[in-house]
């Protein structure tokens, strides 16, 4: 919803005589100013309360002009002639009291007959189940693209009275530097271009990477979401042709150019498969690809113990995502944060499942450019909701690397750690690790440097290999799991590597566990 169409509606609720309005936003000021000029339009008095400041705008009832109390101020609200738009600033914070969701319900009784509207400004929605009827929540849109460029030509304008800036733009790249702001606030798109300003001297299309430099900050604000600085490399995944052929073609599809064509923007992978064997490496490399934030969310970081409280985190974690767009969202190991729904009426009256529905619908119905990256090693644990077609472009499977890839992981991982690949015996080192994990060859290589390190002497093959001798894989202690899961992805997901490794002998006569000393059960 562009800023013109948010405020038509908040106009159409007052004149439609709406009771209580709850508008989403941190931008106070600016919400106040564009309800003044609906105000005016409506010949309405706007009166704006604070806890610190009470009533701030003349009332002409002299004994409430100053209260501070917030019981007080709803019963001036319901009983004065004043008619007005009544806005109280930061007022979520008391509808955790029972005397004011009480006062709250009368308020929206009895401004139904008036031409009186009580409109709440919060940046977060918090509302009593009590309330859900009585209040209809706004969310207050942050400026769109001609907003944005208003701001800019005003703060050039501002700035070239006191002193010249160099601005070397075309309208191509104005717009690029325009759009690099969209998702800020006015205030932050306003301090950034003057950062880039003060800084530089200058205003280019180069200058938006300082421009970014002020999104992270929101991400690091939020405590939901994490900004990955991805080093990792494409060339650093060995193997997984199929994923990164798939992964290449998509590059592009951010572009004009995608949407001219009538190309949609790609909605997401998801990754299921053995550990360690390059799922998280392949979400920070497509980040470094294309050129996109990676931000990660923790599932489950956003559930509180406030009710409500993680739902509306689930919330801001979207509109904070979708504000830094085109970028990743990455949910490592999604089936740990999604666990517990079969039984979230019971434990949790319902709090996570609440949280997958608003995940999973987002998911479907998203129109912004979040590519979500998800990754998932236990698949039995996800929920079916997930699988299904639609919520992301392919579910890839990633198994074990085969002979091949192998080689390859072995020749990456000697080139990070500064070693020619070309002195030691790929072809032995690769044969003698079947069934070994990506992770599990890049410890082998890290364990036979410590034996080298500690005798003072290059490292050699012969160090590797007896790592590998004394290294028991996840291949061997999980057998059946991963069969499991290799049969669950032959008919359900699409093989990220284009040949298949090597079979994998399962214990037959006991369970692996039960070989262990004094494990047996008699």
Known sequence: MS????????????RARYS????????????????????????????????????????????????????????YIQSTEEVGLYVLKDFHVFMRDNTIVRSLRDVADSLKTTYKTMIVISPITIIPAELEKDITVVDFELPDFGAMKSILDTMIARINKKRKVEINLSPAQREKLVKSVLGLTADEAENAFARVVVSRG??????IKLILDEKKQIIRKSGLLEYYESDEKFNHIGGLDNLKKWIIKRGTAFSEKAREYGLPEPRGILMVGVQGCGKSLTAKAVSSLW??????LDLGSLFSGIIGSSEENIRRAIRIAESVAPCILWLDEIEKGLSGITSSDISDAGTTARVFGSFITWLQEKKTPVFVIATSNDIEKLPPEVLRKGRFDEIFFIDLPTLNERKDIFKIHLEI??????????????????GFSGAEIKEAIIS??????????????????????????????????INNLRSWAGVRARRASEVPPEEIDEFTDVDFFEMLPGEHVG
């Not at 008095?45 to 501070?68: A, M, Y």
């Open 448 to 481: 036979g440097m410590y034996d080298s390190f500690g005798e003072n002497r290059p490292l050699e093959t012969s160090d590797i290999l007896h790592a590998i001798e004394v290294t028991i894989p996840l291949s061997q202690t999980m057998p059946k799991k």
């Open 20 to 75: 209580i309005l709850y508008l989403v936003t941190y931008e106070e000021d600016r919400a106040i100013k564009c309800l003044k000029s609906i105000s005016d339009n409506h010949g309405k008095e706007l009166i704006v309360w604070s806890q610190t400041k009470g009533f701030e705008t003349r009332i002409h009832d002299k004994s409430f002009q100053n209260t501070k109390d917030p019981e007080q101020a709803l019963n």
């Open 3 to 14: 800023e013109k169409s948010c405020i038509e509606e908040i106009d159409l609720l007052i």
């Open 291 to 296: 050129g996109l934030p990676l931000l990660r």
């Open 202 to 207: 200058t205003l280019k299309e180069e200058d």
């Open 417 to 434: 750690f500064e070693r020619n690949p070309d002195d030691f015996d790929l072809n032995c080192l690769s044969q003698k690790c079947a």
